[in-house]
């Protein structure tokens, strides 16, 4: 993208301050995870507040002695009361310094990761505490972005952040995207819209390893895409040549339409969505793949159909939305993942491979092999797992802040 320039929406937002508004004392002991760089200072490490910090504004987290751990912002409302964005006592949280960190981000997918930069890219360009921006997740889909906050500071920067994004990006739109339920965990009003810049059309049609999709940033799930899935799905498509393909919880046919390209012959896309496939039914036009099909179902329900007809494949992609919200939930997922593979290994004929994604990052790598390990006991079948994977490299992990790494894809053979 060419560099332009223009003025977001809103007011000057120099009006926010980067003084330091108070100082934060930990309770004895519990500084530990803070001086390893770990950004979020839950209420409950927390001894007392000096000063009358507003919400947003900065404020230093110091040891039960006095001694200076790092800076972060401030917010009541929250449970993460102060998120940490820098340990050097002198940080200024000013427009030079996010500018700072959005080039970091950036520098990482274009200089290293060298991530197609062309007029119809899409990659995500800061993924919140993995990119040391905790609270904040932009993503680029050819000329436009969307971004998202999680965290209230960053959003009341919003339009210094917009601006910088349309200046380092060359962008020609910034549209706000926002999470059901965070207005709630942090006290955070915004409503999704425009931010800066020109209004992005009903369809962006973007380029991935040289496949079209067509993205709806307003309307879309997550912020149109899931970019989280590109290496996994050229992963698959890598053994999808004359293969019969399920994709279930297909969204807009990622995985189904890497499969058809790679020479599928046949690919069955199955989502409860309907513009979810009214989307997929695009893409697969605008790569003219004709092997495609879609089916508007609940999978579970699919499934079981499938298997009354005797239908048979070769490749089962099983992507579900996240199952476990909190710790709470953790064993009905499980029983749910567990359902959804027995499922899947009846529709498998010999030698089939399941390709296994989990997007709940309270589910490890561990609990899903667990899963794919009961249900080959279970329908007496040999399974072997032969790749673990994780999401592509735009969405990297804090080794500070494990808690960002979510997504796992478990591709195994069942035999
Ligand atoms: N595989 C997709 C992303 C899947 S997101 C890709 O690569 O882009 C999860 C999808 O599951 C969403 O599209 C959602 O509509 C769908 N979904 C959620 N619950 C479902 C259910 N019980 N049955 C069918 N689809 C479901």
Same mark, same amino acid.
């Given at each position: 993208m060419s560099p332009r320039f223009h003025h977001c929406y809103?007011?000057?937002?120099?009006? +926010?301050?980067?003084? +330091?508004a108070g100082q934060i004392f930990l309770k004895p002991k519990r500084a530990q995870p803070f001086y390893s760089r770990h950004p979020w200072v839950f209420?409950?490490? +927390?001894e007392r507040i000096e000063g009358e910090p507003a919400d947003g504004a900065a404020v230093d987290v110091r040891s039960h002695v006095g001694n200076f751990v790092a800076r972060g912002l401030f917010n009541s409302?929250?449970?993460?009361?102060v998120r940490l964005y820098?340990?050097?006592?002198?940080?200024?949280?000013d427009r030079e310094f996010f500018k700072a960190r959005l080039e970091r981000a950036i520098s990482f997918r274009?200089?290293?990761?060298?991530?197609? $930069?062309?007029?119809n890219a899409a990659y995500r360009v800061a993924f919140s505490e993995a990119d040391q921006l905790s609270g904040m997740v932009v993503d680029r889909y050819g000329e436009y972005l969307t971004v998202q906050f999680t965290s209230l500071a960053l959003a009341e920067r919003r339009v210094m952040l917009g601006e910088l994004l349309m200046e380092l990006l060359g962008a020609k739109g910034v549209y706000l995207r926002t999470e059901k339920g965070i207005g709630k965990l942090e006290g955070v009003v915004l409503q999704d819209g425009?931010? =800066?810049?020109e209004m992005p059309p009903a369809e962006v049609v973007i380029e991935e390893n040289g496949l079209k999709f067509a993205v709806n940033?307003?309307?879309?799930q997550k912020t149109g895409y899931?970019?989280?899935q590109r290496d996994n799905r050229t992963a698959v498509a890598e053994f999808a040549k004359g293969k019969r393909v399920l994709d279930a919880f297909s969204y807009s046919g990622g995985f189904g339409v890497y499969a058809a390209r790679a020479g599928a012959v046949e690919v069955e896309c199955v989502d409860a969505s309907e513009p979810a496939l009214k989307l997929a039914e695009r893409n697969a036009e605008l790569n003219g793949l004709s092997v495609m099909k879609f089916h508007k179902s609940d999978v579970f329900t699919r499934l079981e159909e499938l298997a009354i007809e005797g239908r048979k494949f070769d490749i089962i992609v099983l992507d579900p939305p996240?199952?476990? @919200?909190? @710790?709470?939930?953790i064993p009905e997922a499980i029983k749910g993942y567990r359902r959804l593979h027995a499922l899947a290994v009846k529709l498998l004929d010999a030698n089939g491979i399941m390709v296994s994604c989990c =997007?709940?990052?309270? +589910? $490890?790598m561990d609990m899903l092999e667990d899963v794919i390990g009961q249900v080959a006991v279970v329908a007496k079948r040999d399974i072997q797992v032969f790749e673990r994977r994780g999401p592509s490299a735009d969405h990297p992990v804090a080794v500070s802040c494990r808690e960002g790494s979510y997504l796992k894809c478990i591709l195994s053979r069942v035999v």
């Open positions: 809103e007011l000057d937002p120099s009006v +926010i301050s980067s003084d +330091i209420a409950g490490a +927390i409302q929250s449970k993460i009361q820098s340990w050097d006592e002198t940080a200024v949280f274009h200089d290293l990761l060298h991530l197609n $930069t062309g007029p425009l931010l =800066c810049g940033l307003s309307e879309g899931y970019l989280d996240k199952f476990a @919200r909190d @710790r709470a939930a =997007c709940s990052g309270l +589910i $490890t």
